[in-house]
């Protein structure tokens, strides 16, 4: 098994909601050490690889490390939690969950309570539930209990799905959106790590995109940064499933390669030439219209400072913001292909200002 699938579900695996980023962070900055000359973390949770410090022009590979998740709000008298969103949900898919609540120094298993169905009215039956009618589990008798365990109002809780391997090249994981852009990026940073560009290349592994409707983390780190042209990895709706309508969101399909955004953020010289590499490259991918936001870190990094010229490439993925999550894992890696070529192209005459 390759080395790089191992850490993907290395980096899957490890629990990093909105604003709570730092484990995954970790995971992530320990295998940049071993692809670039220098490494670091905001105070947002950013986190930096730097490769070919002196190069020009100065790319930003941006592709967001942070996942949905929950929070505690409220525990009561006799030891239920209660829990917010982090991120968008579809309470649906909570109900009956295991949960993992990251305390302070270690992580505490539960599960996701609902009154049973036998106890219902048919009404009620009918009706869907709400994240608020919720509660989750720990097994404690008491609020004291709880607190014995370690557990405070304001812990971050993930759903407790590893990854795992389904048929052919495909995964499921409960972080594909959108762990698998920090991996994408960082996949790049290791082909040109054996095939030096003229540019300098920052990979980020961006913080609280999920709900960071002012631009999350990719807007402090490309206002840091200054970069003379930016690629956002992220992932977008495969369309190749039942009653999705395509005349909205386009032909998008597991195994069809990346998918290059047109308009809103994505700058078009920088899509032109994405899609020109990727065609002379033989890498198949989809074009997709953005005719207003992305809803991506592209909407935060193309109008910092100056501007950026942005480029959105996004990987299809099945069934968004659940518990398994569903994507090829060819495709994650002729996204890293495709950024790595575009990169071996920029020199310091390279100009996407529109003309």
Same mark, same amino acid.
């Given at each position: ?177 959108n762990r698998i852009g920090a991996f994408v990026v960082l996949e790049a940073i290791r082909i040109l790590s054996d095939d030096l560009p003229a540019a300098r290349v920052t990979a980020v592994a961006t913080a609280q995109e999920e709900i960071g409707?002012? @631009? ?6 490309? %206002?840091?940064?200054? $970069?003379?042209?930016?690629?956002? =990895? /992220?992932?977008? #709706? &495969? ?71 942005? @480029? ?6 099945? %069934?968004?913001?659940? $518990?398994?999550?569903?994507?090829? =894992? /060819?495709?994650? #890696? &002729? ?21």
């Amino acid at each position: 098994m390759s080395q790089d699938i191992l850490f993907l579900e290395r980096l899957l695996d490890a629990a990093g909601p909105s604003g709570f980023e730092f484990r995954a962070g970790r995971v992530w900055r320990t295998e940049a050490l071993t692809l670039t000359e220098q490494v670091d973390v905001d105070a947002t949770g950013n986190s930096f690889a730097v490769l070919n410090l002196s190069g020009s022009p100065h790319v930003m590979l941006a592709g967001h490390i942070d996942e949905i998740g929950l929070q505690i709000t409220h525990v009561d008298e006799e030891g239920y939690l209660y829990v917010a969103e982090i991120g968008g949900w579809d309470p649906q898919v909570l109900v009956g969950q295991r949960v993992t609540i990251l305390a302070k120094d270690l992580e505490v298993p539960g599960v996701i309570g609902k009154k049973a169905v036998h106890l219902m009215t048919p009404d009620d039956r009918e009706k869907v539930s709400k994240t608020r009618q919720l509660w989750v589990d720990v097994g404690a008798s008491s609020r004291e209990e709880v607190v014995s365990l370690g557990i405070r109002v304001g812990d971050p809780i993930v759903l407790a799905q590893s990854m795992i391997r389904l048929a052919g090249d495909r995964i499921a994981s409960r972080a594909i959106d959108n762990r698998i852009g920090a991996f994408v990026v960082l996949e790049a940073i290791r082909i040109l790590s054996d095939d030096l560009p003229a540019a300098r290349v920052t990979a980020v592994a961006t913080a609280q995109e999920e709900i960071g409707q002012g @631009g999350g983390g990719a807007r402090a780190s490309a %206002y840091q940064l200054e $970069p003379d042209v930016a690629i956002v =990895v /992220d992932v977008t #709706f &495969s369309t190749d499933v039942p009653d999705v309508e395509k005349k909205e969101l386009g032909e998008h399909r597991l195994g069809g390669g990346p998918v290059l955004s047109r308009g809103s953020a994505s700058s078009n010289s920088v899509f032109e030439m994405l899609a020109s590499v990727a065609e002379e490259e033989g890498i198949p991918y989809t074009i997709q219209a953005s005719p207003r936001s992305t809803r991506t870190d592209a909407d935060g990094i193309h109008l910092t400072r100056g501007g950026v010229p942005t @480029g959105l490439v996004s990987v299809p993925n099945r %069934y968004m913001h659940s $518990p398994n999550e569903v994507v090829s =894992v /060819d495709d994650l #890696f &002729s996204t890293a292909k495709l950024i790595a070529a575009f990169v071996l192209r920029l020199t310091s005459e390279t100009d996407f200002t529109p003309r």
